[in-house]
């Protein structure tokens, strides 16, 4: 039997800020276009700028509020001898993907920046969160323009009426 488990989660003071039901069909079209597979479970998070500005700050080492954070549960990560090693696989086979988490009042601010809807830009970071759980990166420019052409493709294929 295939799964796609996503939790969606708000913070307090978020949980009516965003249709969860609607959540879940962005992070579930946006995986069925980059053919992650079936068995995967995810979650994404709603909060506000001071727990992003906090987590920024914690893992990224960046004093200040963002967007969207991803935090990637990778198949391989170097170990402190340099080696490789895999996590271990869960025996219920589900593939654990990772986090995303989204600012609300980001998205409120880059929204009206962008000049659209907030639904609009809060589905654009909902893309990108789970494009790079999968991998997916914008260190470096080449790398940058596959991932933004990527996410401007499924941001059409799922909500090209979003103004």
Same mark, same amino acid.
Request: glycine share 6%; hydrophobic share 40%; net charge negative.
């Given at each position: 039997?295939?799964?796609?488990? &996503?939790?969606?989660?708000?913070?307090?003071?978020? +949980?009516?800020?965003?249709?969860?039901?609607?959540? /879940? +069909?962005?992070? =579930?079209? $946006?995986? !069925? $276009?980059?053919? $992650?597979?079936?068995?995967?479970?995810?979650?994404?998070? @709603?909060?506000? /700028?001071?727990?992003? #500005?906090?987590?920024? !700050?914690?893992?990224?080492?960046?004093? !200040?509020?963002?967007?969207?954070?991803?935090?990637?549960? /990778?198949?391989?990560?170097?170990? +402190?001898?340099?080696?490789?090693?895999?996590?271990? @696989?869960?025996?219920?086979? &589900?593939? #654990?993907?990772?986090?995303?988490?989204?600012?609300y009042p980001q998205a409120v601010i880059q929204a009206a920046e962008n000049n659209h809807s907030v639904?609009? =830009?809060v589905a654009v970071l909902a893309i990108h969160g789970v494009l790079h759980l999968l991998g997916y990166? #914008?260190?470096?420019?080449?790398? $940058?323009?596959?991932?933004?052409?990527?996410?401007?493709? &499924?941001?059409?294929?799922? @909500?090209?009426?979003?103004?």
């Amino acid at each position: 039997m295939s799964t796609m488990e &996503i939790d969606i989660l708000f913070d307090e003071g978020f +949980e009516d800020c965003l249709d969860e039901k609607w959540l /879940q +069909e962005i992070i =579930e079209a $946006a995986l !069925k $276009a980059e053919n $992650a597979g079936d068995n995967i479970e995810m979650s994404l998070l @709603v909060t506000g /700028q001071e727990r992003i #500005h906090q987590l920024n !700050k914690d893992y990224r080492k960046i004093d !200040k509020p963002t967007d969207v954070l991803s935090f990637a549960m /990778q198949d391989e990560l170097p170990s +402190e001898d340099g080696e490789d090693f895999s996590f271990i @696989v869960p025996p219920d086979g &589900i593939k #654990h993907i990772g986090e995303v988490i989204i600012s609300y009042p980001q998205a409120v601010i880059q929204a009206a920046e962008n000049n659209h809807s907030v639904d609009k =830009e809060v589905a654009v970071l909902a893309i990108h969160g789970v494009l790079h759980l999968l991998g997916y990166d #914008h260190i470096k420019d080449e790398e $940058a323009d596959k991932m933004e052409a990527r996410e401007k493709i &499924i941001l059409e294929s799922i @909500v090209g009426d979003l103004q």
